[in-house]
């Protein structure tokens, strides 16, 4: 049964909108917006009636947190209210409402308009749902092309994959770089992060799989994987038109090299010109480089791999990054050992 939050501080409009609904819906009722995020932090509805005018927080007020913070962000919000001027209708839509109800309402169109907008949002997420599974499919397929051309670094993007979710989730509970994360859907990002190694697909097979060190201008060969998968996701945002996962996949893919210092590649840009994409995804990629055996070096030690990170705090890496990968480094070696 889906869960409907009716929040008012009218008493006599919360008990007619549960008599109407709670016959087909679990009906919560909440007095203002402050107790709704109380309940919010534990239990999300799968949709909202939400009151305009309410003191301490209003009906915008409360809009606009819900929409700032991706917990929230995709809930559907039905307005209540006794206001039916444009204006306030204007800004609602402007702000993410999905509709108005009237007050005082009528029980059928009450009933009908929800029935309606929860018939729709589930078409939406069934929809979306495919989408995302034929992505991560694709993401998947070209992601493993890459693995089974450099043979010398195995599972190297499933790993990575995990110590970036590590990294990202606790940065977002922690409100590190918040106005940045709070927009990011985390799934999306690490499936587009698993083609941070996409052009490698156009370095040799020689250089590529040789079990020496490599030479200066073999080197300089590897180097081109960041702008060689740039080129190569560009191409595919200009046949599908897909930008939003494929724009940050093309980020993940041309700055996960750069350095905090500017001493990095392809660009060689400095702090936080460098995206957080590419910030994020240096510690994840260098993490993993360090612990993992290679022809040319054997694995360092999770210590001896923290405290190389801990030294490249504000020279390679983003130093506030830095930190929160020091205080949860055990969470990497738990992915490091299991994989």
């Given amino acids: 049964m889906k869960t409907i939050f009716v929040v008012d501080d009218n008493p006599v409009n919360l008990f007619a909108a549960k008599e109407v609904l709670s016959d087909q819906y679990k009906v919560i009722t909440l007095s203002s917006a402050s107790i709704m995020f109380e309940f919010l932090n534990n239990f999300l509805p799968d949709l909202i009636l939400l009151d305009i005018l309410m003191p301490e927080m209003d009906g915008f007020g409360a809009l606009r947190r819900l929409r700032a913070d991706k917990r929230y962000a995709k809930i559907p919000v039905i307005f209540l209210t006794s206001k039916n001027d444009a204006e306030t209708e204007v800004l609602g839509f402007e702000m993410g409402v999905v509709d108005f109800i009237s007050k005082p309402f009528s029980g059928p169109v009450l009933l009908n ?18 989408l995302l599974r034929l992505q991560n499919g694709i993401t998947s397929v070209l992601a493993n092309m890459v693995e089974h051309r450099d043979k010398l670094t195995g599972n190297h993007i499933e790993r990575t994959a995990a110590y970036l979710k590590i990294l990202l989730d606790t940065m977002y509970e922690k409100k590190i770089y918040y106005n940045d994360l709070r927009d990011w859907d985390v799934d999306i990002m690490i499936s587009a992060a698993r083609l941070h190694d996409l052009g490698k697909i156009a370095v040799s097979d020689m250089i590529l799989n040789k079990r020496e060190k490599l030479t200066e201008d073999e080197f300089n060969t590897i180097k081109t994987h960041t702008s060689e998968g740039e080129k190569i996701i560009e191409g595919i945002i200009r046949e599908t038109g897909d930008e939003d996962f494929l724009d940050s996949a093309k980020l993940f893919a041309g700055y996960h090299h750069e350095r905090w210092d500017g001493l990095g590649y392809p660009r060689g840009l400095k702090g936080m010109d460098i995206p957080l994409q590419g910030r994020v995804m240096a510690i994840a990629d260098v993490y993993d480089a360090l612990v993992s055996d290679r022809p040319y070096k054997k694995a360092f030690t999770h210590e001896e791999a923290v405290e190389i990170i801990r030294d490249g705090r504000g020279t390679q890496f983003d130093p506030v990054i830095v930190d929160i990968f020091v205080e949860i480094n055990e969470l990497f070696q738990m992915v490091a050992i299991s994989r």
Avoid at 114 to 126: A, D, F, G, R
Wanted: aromatic share 0%.
């Fill in 113 to 130: 308009r929800i029935k309606s907008h929860l018939h729709i949002e589930s078409i939406i997420h069934k929809r979306t749902e495919k």
